[in-house]
């Protein structure tokens, strides 16, 4: 690492403002990630879903009659589905012809394809057909089908593709003959779940999914037995709410019924707050002629700015309202529309949409506007859906929101349109999406939006991840989109495609805004689970020939070195291994922490704050002895460059206690003996 490597990393044109400290950059983003977790986090656990970690690294995620998995980054991968699950599978599962025909078809065949909508229980169905089999039942992944291999799977034991994201229906039919000669030599069967519009034809097995109130009875009985009697007393009104939903749905709902049961809450109650009993009287609302006119409007701000202030919803609303006004372009006497409007009360406009108030929790925080635990997510798509009228008005009142002053706002704002994209992947990537994409000052929001889309759905998440991959090669902005949304939850569940993605964007970006973007990403990424690959992908990029891939290696060391280590969020550095990768990271970030000339031209420092920060971990070397180890292989590797500095900041801590006189002296000799 040389000083004529190439140019350092330029400040682009925005990057001139008053320079923020790392470590208020940190607490404002934590602020942020909390109002993210918090807004992701509403409606998520409703019933109390679960979650479990599996061998491999897998995740494994409990969501109503469908399993879902989060993939560990190996080529080819297999995780046991939890036992919990099975047992849940065995004692609820109804009995359908498509599960029939599925176990008739295995009994003389390797491998069955389950045709049917995602979230429509083909998961459970071909769990249970496993277990009649008498199989072991396993979940199988990969990156490209066809490179698993006999090896990979056991006999008697049953493996669960998903494949509704898959590449591999460009070619199914040879994937498909792939599989079934892994099948047949490992002596295992392998059930695929489809979507509707797959093309094979062959060993496909049509899914029909139960009826939704039979689903109910059998997960109620199983898990609140006791509630059984009394639910038949309300049947008829629960059977409205019940009838048209998906099995999943049906399942979250005696999960809601069960946890209510046990905190003693009344069943009538229960039934109110059915997120699909509110949205059905929300349908014959919207119909109602003698509504109070801002009514609607303070519904759809609720739908996106839950859980803020109330004035701030009601501000909003009124902003909606007047975007709505000016889109029907009424003939009617505007003033007289307005002074109507005026004396209008906050309760009429709660009552007409069901919603909850609820005071600060300091004084002078105001009155806060909720919606019913479930509703949340659920309300804005079935809006947006009930309403196609208002669709110009409303995009256009939340390109404003995602402009206003309030980051909470912003914030609320871009996940609405998130949520959105899983109504209308196209429209909304066309609406907001590639134009934000291509603007200066959208990354942030556009990373927001983008990250509540992935979450909200599967197969949206598979669209977002695509069109992530293209930005990384794009332009400037949609380089920066790119490096600032696989910092979120996306680029935890794809870590292999967040790293690949932000080393193509740092190699080809020369801008220290982008640099910064993909340390604070890193930062985002980095887990327990993600903390091994992460660090030595980083290691890598010290070793780089573009200077911006250093500096980037530098900026999210730093970050991960600045952040704070009281639980077990960010797992501590010292715990890595190899330590010649801690000790190529601090190098590097050591090594740019200094001012460099380039030509005639002094550079500042990237990365000043390293040799504070290395100053703590000299210091905790006097009783750690992982510590000083760590440091003694950094000190090793000093280079010319750094030597200078080296001695100069032990004589400074050793004057000011920093070090112990032994440490000084030995610090010393390793440094000059090199």
């Not at 069967?189 to 039979?214: G, Q, Y």
């Not at 997960?219 to 939903?245: D, K």
């Not at 914030?411 to 899983?422: E, M």
Request: charged fraction near 25%.
């Amino acid at each position: 690492m040389t000083e004529e490597n190439g140019p350092a990393p330029a400040a682009s044109d925005e990057d001139s403002g008053g320079e923020e400290s790392l470590v208020k950059k940190i607490e404002r983003e934590q602020q942020e990630r909390r109002l993210r977790a918090e807004t992701i986090g509403v409606g998520q656990n409703w019933y109390g879903g679960s979650e479990y970690r599996a061998e491999g690294g897998g995740t494994v995620f409990g969501a109503g009659r469908d399993l879902y998995v989060q993939q560990p980054e190996e080529e080819v991968f297999t995780i046991p589905i939890p036992a919990k699950s099975v047992e849940c599978v065995r004692a609820c599962f109804v009995g359908t012809a498509s599960q029939r025909e599925l176990v008739a078809r295995l009994a003389s065949g390797s491998v069955s394809l389950l045709r049917g909508e995602p979230r429509s229980g083909r998961a459970t169905t071909a769990t249970s057909a496993f277990l009649e089999l008498g199989l072991t039942c396993h979940t199988l992944g990969a990156k490209d089908l066809k490179k698993v291999r006999p090896s990979h799977l056991r006999a008697r034991h049953g493996y669960l593709v998903r494949a509704d994201d898959a590449t591999w229906h460009r070619h199914p039919e040879t994937v498909l003959d792939q599989l079934r000669a892994v099948a047949v030599a490992s002596d295992a069967v392998i059930i695929a779940l489809v979507p509707p519009d797959c093309v094979v034809t062959k060993s496909v097995v049509m899914h029909e999914p139960p009826a939704a109130m039979d689903v109910f009875h059998k997960w109620i009985t199983y898990l609140a037995e006791g509630l059984v009697g009394e639910l038949q007393t309300h049947l008829q009104h629960l059977n409205e709410h019940i009838v048209g939903c998906r099995p999943s749905e049906a399942v979250e709902i005696a999960q809601q019924f069960a946890e209510g049961h046990r905190q003693g809450r009344a069943l009538s109650d229960m039934i109110d707050n059915l997120p699909y009993a509110a949205l059905t009287e929300l349908e014959k609302n919207l119909e109602k002629h003698d509504a109070p006119s801002l009514a609607r409007p303070f519904l759809i701000s609720c739908s996106v700015l839950f859980g803020l202030p109330e004035a701030v919803v009601s501000d909003a609303a009124l902003a909606l309202a007047a975007r709505i006004r000016e889109e029907k372009q009424k003939e009617e006497d505007a003033e007289e529309e307005r002074a109507l409007q005026v004396w209008e009360r906050l309760s009429q406009w709660i009552d007409y949409s069901r919603l909850s108030e609820a005071e600060g929790v300091r004084g002078g925080q105001g009155r806060r506007i909720d919606v019913r635990p479930g509703l949340a997510t659920r309300l804005l798509p079935s809006l947006w859906a009930q309403l196609p009228a208002i669709r110009p008005a409303l995009y256009d009142w939340l390109a404003d929101l995602v402009e206003d002053e309030d980051w909470r706002v912003q914030v609320k704002a871009a996940y609405a349109i998130g949520r959105l994209a899983t109504c209308d992947f196209e429209l909304i990537d066309k609406r907001f999406f590639t134009p934000w994409s291509k603007e200066r000052g959208k990354a942030r929001v556009l990373t927001w939006a983008l990250e509540a889309a992935a979450l909200a759905d599967r197969d949206v998440a598979v669209l977002v991840g695509r069109t992530l991959n293209a930005w990384a090669s794009g332009t400037h902005n949609q380089r920066l989109a790119a490096a600032l949304a696989y910092g979120s939850a996306i680029g935890v569940g794809h870590l292999e495609d967040a790293l690949g993605a932000f080393h193509t964007i740092a190699v080809a970006s020369p801008y220290l805004e982008i640099c910064d973007a993909i340390a604070r990403s890193v930062a985002e990424v980095y887990t327990t689970s993600t903390a091994q690959k992460v660090l030595r992908e980083l290691a890598r990029w010290t070793s780089g020939d573009a200077s911006s891939e250093q500096v980037t290696a530098a900026l999210a060391f730093v970050r991960l070195a600045s952040m704070p280590h009281e639980d077990d969020t960010y797992p501590a550095l010292r715990d890595h291994q190899p330590i010649s990768d801690l000790a190529a990271l601090w190098t590097n970030a050591l090594s740019w922490g200094l001012s460099r000339m380039y030509g005639k031209t002094r550079i500042p420092a990237y990365a000043p704050t390293s040799w504070e920060l290395m100053a703590d971990w000299a210091h905790q070397a006097a009783t750690d002895a992982t510590a000083d180890l760590i440091v003694e292989n950094i000190l090793v590797r000093a280079t010319d460059r750094l030597r200078k500095s080296w001695m100069f900041h032990l004589h400074l801590w050793n004057k000011r206690g920093t070090i112990t006189a032994t440490h000084f002296a030995r610090y010393l000799r390793l440094l000059k003996d090199n």
